[in-house]
């Protein structure tokens, strides 16, 4: 049974939810993006009880598995392939609450024919909370 603090408040302007994900994206999220056609990759969740550490500030891996998907979103848009992750690095500079918009955007940097690279960052209210980076494997269609 659900319960209200697990919902999440209507998103930010321009951001609708994610759909398709996966089952492990479907489980952490909800998870929103914001649709369009340029390189940027920018999406959000709110964070909810179930997103934080006991202390209330979101955890690290909930970040980092939201980074990967917002990462690998930049990939997609830069060169319209699907890809695995094979390296993430991620800085936390500061932190998000439970009850805060955590933003991310990303773009594709460079890309050859197996290896994408990608960069972005998570932030709150302006605040930079995670920069981060990723080399991912480009997938061959099946």
């Known amino acids: 049974m659900s319960r209200p603090e697990d919902k999440a408040p209507t998103p930010p302007d321009g951001y609708v939810l994610a759909e398709g994900r996966g089952s492990f994206s479907t489980h952490n999220g909800p998870y929103y993006m914001r649709p369009g056609d340029g390189s940027m990759a920018e999406q959000a969740f709110y964070a909810l009880d179930r997103h934080a550490n006991g202390v209330g500030i979101v955890h690290g ?3 980092a598995a ?4 917002v990462l690998a979103g930049a990939v997609w848009r830069g060169c319209q392939r699907r890809a695995v992750t094979i390296h993430l690095s991620i800085d936390y500079l500061h932190m998000g ?3 805060d918009w955590v933003m ?3 773009r594709m940097t460079r890309a050859t024919r197996d290896v ?6 998570a932030y709150v209210r302006g605040r930079d909370i995670v920069r981060c980076s990723g080399v991912f494997k480009l997938m061959n269609p099946t």
């Open 104 to 106: 991310g955007e990303a």
């Open 66 to 69: 939201f980074m990967d998907g």
């Open 97 to 99: 609450r439970v009850g």
């Open 116 to 121: 994408a690279f990608a960069e972005g960052r």
């Open 61 to 63: 891996g909930m970040l």
